[in-house]
T-cell receptor, first 116, second 112 residues
Framework: NAGVMQNPRHLVRRRGQEARLRCSPMKGHSHVYWYRQLPEEGLKFMVYLQKENIIDESGMPKERFSAEFPKEGPSILRIQQVVRGDSAAYFC??????????????FGPGTRLTVL | AQSVTQPDIHITVSEGASLELRCNYSYGATPYLFWYVQSPGQGLQLLLKYFSGDTLVQGIKGFEAEFKRSQSSFNLRKPSVHWSDAAEYFCAYTGTASKLTFGTGTRLQVTL
C-alpha cells in the first residue's frame, strides 16, 4: 500500500509565477490536509478537504492561495503570484473516513518550494 | 488560546543515555495528543498517540509518552538513545477540529 505521495518534491519558481503542488492520499483515505513549514518553524495547518469539499480553510492566507480535492485525481494546492515569503516546505497528510479527529494523519514527504 | 509548547529547542544527549522531551498543551478538554518525528528533508512519522485510557502510551522505536492531566503535559521518553534517533520531534494535538496543532519542535542531537 503506497503512502501519501506528493509531487514535485522540489519546486523552484520566480516571483510572480504560479506554483501547483499535488498530493495523492493513501488508498482508501478521503480526508486530506495541507500544512506549511517555514524554515526553523513547526508545521502550521492550512486547509482540510474531503472529496469535492473544503471543510476548514482557517489556516489559508486570504489571497493567492487555493486548494481543491476533486472527485477524481490528486488534491492540488495552488499558489498564485508567488513571493519570497512563500518559500517553505508544504506537507500533505491524509486520514481515513470517519471521525477525522480520532484518526492518525499520514504525512507525505513534502514539496519544498523555493521562490527566487 | 489553544496551543502546544515544546520548551526545549535543542537537546544533545550521548548515545545510550536516557531521553525526555517535554510537551505542554493548553486546551479546555482532553485533547488527542501525538508525537511525530521528522528526519532531515523528510516527512513526519507518527511515533505514538494518546486518545484515552492508559496514560502511559507505548510507541514505535522504543519510545513512550505519559499523559499527565494535572500538569497538562505529554512528555516523550526513551530509556536508551541510539545515534539514529537524531531528528526533530514534534508534539501535536487535535481537539474537536480535525486539524493538527504542532509545537515548534525539539531538535535532538546524539553524540557518540
Amino acid at each position: 500500500n503506497a503512502g501519501v505521495m506528493q509531487n514535485p518534491r522540489h519546486l523552484v519558481r520566480r516571483r510572480g509565477q504560479e506554483a501547483r503542488l499535488r498530493c495523492s492520499p493513501m488508498k482508501g483515505h478521503s480526508h486530506v490536509y495541507w500544512y506549511r513549514q517555514l524554515p526553523e518553524e513547526g508545521l502550521k495547518f492550512m486547509v482540510y478537504l474531503q472529496k469535492e469539499n473544503i471543510i476548514d480553510e482557517s489556516g489559508m492566507p486570504k489571497e493567492r492561495f487555493s486548494a481543491e480535492f476533486p472527485k477524481e485525481g490528486p488534491s492540488i494546492l495552488r499558489i498564485q503570484q508567488v513571493v519570497r515569503g512563500d518559500s517553505a516546505a508544504y506537507f500533505c497528510a491524509s486520514s481515513p473516513s470517519g471521525q477525522a479527529s480520532y484518526n492518525e494523519q499520514f504525512f507525505g514527504p513534502g514539496t519544498r518550494l523555493t521562490v527566487l | 488560546a489553544q496551543s502546544v509548547t515544546q520548551p526545549d529547542i535543542h537537546i544533545t544527549v550521548s548515545e545510550g543515555a536516557s531521553l525526555e522531551l517535554r510537551c505542554n498543551y493548553s486546551y479546555g478538554a482532553t485533547p488527542y495528543l501525538f508525537w511525530y518525528v521528522q528526519s532531515p528533508g523528510q516527512g513526519l512519522q507518527l511515533l505514538l498517540k494518546y486518545f484515552s485510557g492508559d496514560t502511559l502510551v507505548q510507541g514505535i522505536k522504543g519510545f513512550e509518552a505519559e499523559f499527565k492531566r494535572s500538569q497538562s503535559s505529554f512528555n516523550l521518553r526513551k530509556p536508551s538513545v541510539h545515534w539514529s534517533d537524531a531528528a526533530e520531534y514534534f508534539c501535536a494535538y487535535t481537539g474537536t477540529a480535525s486539524k493538527l496543532t504542532f509545537g515548534t519542535g525539539t531538535r535532538l542531537q546524539v553524540t557518540l
